[in-house]
């Protein structure tokens, strides 16, 4: 058996350091990151509203830190050749916290980590009500202490600033930009919740410095995407759309079988057994059935396999209603 590789690390690292811009879709669980992987993105964003979402709390550090490292250890199981950049939100505390949480994710094999300069707890930038900031010298120390955590050169960390978001002036977002860079980060994403790109373009054309600009355009999604590539950024994050396509699909579905009172006319409309356990790639433990356990044979009568201690089938074997 060939080694492990983690080419997906030196991928995300060169997806930063890129000319072209490269495109990140959100993922929030095991599933939502295979169906990313199998769509061919670059990588993927473990947003962390998204993640509260799905966990049904919300995105205001409700989930404890460990429980978004066991959501993010699931993603990578399941996207094993996909690069995963952890919304890492501040942190989870001071510099110590910080520490801690770099080195949890490389052991679970995570290529990066965005940590953003406000205050735990924090809330997303979009809800409303003011929004705290830390002082930019305390989170430079945040971030320096990322770097200097960090056991493969490859993992990046991305200094993320909310300032637009909190209300800051340019020049005051730039500094802190400046001394994030300074600190070592590999990139900077610069946020905002305006409903035009304005504010991402004029810092775009402030910045001198040679570290790669992240954008999340959710409120300002209708800017055509060659406006980013003429801006310079290098890496753009769609942060939150599979999560929101799910509850759409999920509220259509719940509204169709109260109405009708019946699944019917719902299956043409939603994913066929076969397809879960495609997702849940159940042939590779049919396979593995085969292999280690001895006493089941291809093609083996599905009654037969019922009757010992097997829990799980060859979906071959299971006919089931699309
Ligand atoms: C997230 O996806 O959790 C983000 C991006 O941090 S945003 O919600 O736009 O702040
Ligand atoms: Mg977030």
Redesign the pocket.
């Given at each position: 058996m060939s080694p492990p590789t983690n080419s997906h690390k030196r991928r995300f690292r060169s997806l930063l350091e890129s000319e072209e811009v490269e495109y990140l879709m959100?993922a929030h669980n095991g599933l939502s990151a295979r169906i990313v992987e199998e769509a061919g993105f670059a990588g993927i964003?473990a947003?962390?509203?998204?993640?509260?979402a799905a966990l049904g709390v919300r995105?205001c550090n409700e989930a404890s830190w460990t429980q978004t490292l066991e959501v993010v250890e699931f993603m990578r199981d399941a996207a094993p050749s996909t690069p995963i950049l952890l919304?890492g939100?501040t942190g989870f505390g001071n510099f110590n916290n910080v520490r801690r949480l770099v080195k949890k994710l490389e052991q679970r094999d995570i290529d990066g980590v965005?940590l953003?300069d406000k205050l735990f707890p924090k809330k997303?930038?979009?809800v409303e009500g003011p929004q705290r900031l830390a002082a930019p010298e305390e989170f430079a120390g945040k971030i320096m202490a990322a770097k200097d955590t960090q056991v493969d050169p490859d993992f990046c960390v991305v200094a993320?600033l909310e300032g637009f978001?909190a209300g800051l002036e340019m020049d005051e977002v730039l500094d802190r930009a400046d001394r994030y860079a300074e600190a070592g980060a590999d990139a900077i994403l610069v946020?905002s919740?305006r409903e035009d790109p304005g504010e991402v373009l004029a810092f775009a054309r402030e910045w001198d410095r040679d570290c790669p600009l992240v954008i999340?355009p959710?409120?300002y999604a209708d800017t055509p995407n060659e406006v980013f590539i003429d801006a310079g950024f290098s890496v753009v994050?769609w942060?939150?759309h599979l999560m929101r396509a799910s509850i759409t699909a999920m509220q259509e579905a719940c509204r169709f079988v109260r109405e009708s009172g019946s699944v019917h006319g719902l299956l043409p409309r939603i994913a066929s057994m076969s397809e879960v356990f495609r997702l849940q790639r159940a042939e590779e433990l049919a396979a593995a059935e085969r292999r280690y356990l001895p006493s089941v044979k291809p093609g083996e009568p599905i009654d037969s396999r019922l009757t010992g201690n097997r829990q799980s089938l060859d979906p071959a074997d299971v006919i089931l209603p699309d």
């Open positions: 959100e964003w947003s962390g509203l998204s993640i509260s995105d919304d939100d965005c953003e997303n930038s979009f993320r978001i946020h919740k999340v959710t409120t994050i942060a939150n």
